[in-house]
């Protein structure tokens, strides 16, 4: 049997641009994409914690450093500038391998969405 886990984890960024007219997907620093072991087009969860909406959408690498999280095409609709949102990605894997998987999970600084040191 195979079941979905929790694989990587960005809780609390801070939501830092909404572009409404792109295609569509979340553009994520890739410090932070890195920290989380995410890539480039992977599915994403994406969980407001001002608001409580919830959406699947896909990451976009961002530039290194910058701290950008933003929202692009309808998931632009979905969030305010300033609000505060978790990115998960999950994976399936076997039942017994997935009782000893540890996620990656990242808790990053909300008021510059870059790594504490």
Known sequence: MEIQVLKSKLHYVTVTQAE???????????????AANLIENEQVHILNKNNGQRFVTYVLRGE???????????????????????????????????????PWVVFPDTATNTLKK
């Open 64 to 102: 290194r450093g910058s701290g950008v999280i933003c929202l692009n095409g309808p998931a632009a609709l979905l969030v305010n500038l300033g609000d505060v949102v978790i990115i998960m990605s999950f994976a399936t894997m076997e039942f017994e391998a997935a009782k000893k998987f540890r």
């Open 20 to 34: 409404l007219d792109y295609i569509g997907s979340v553009t994520i620093d890739e410090d932070l994409m890195d």
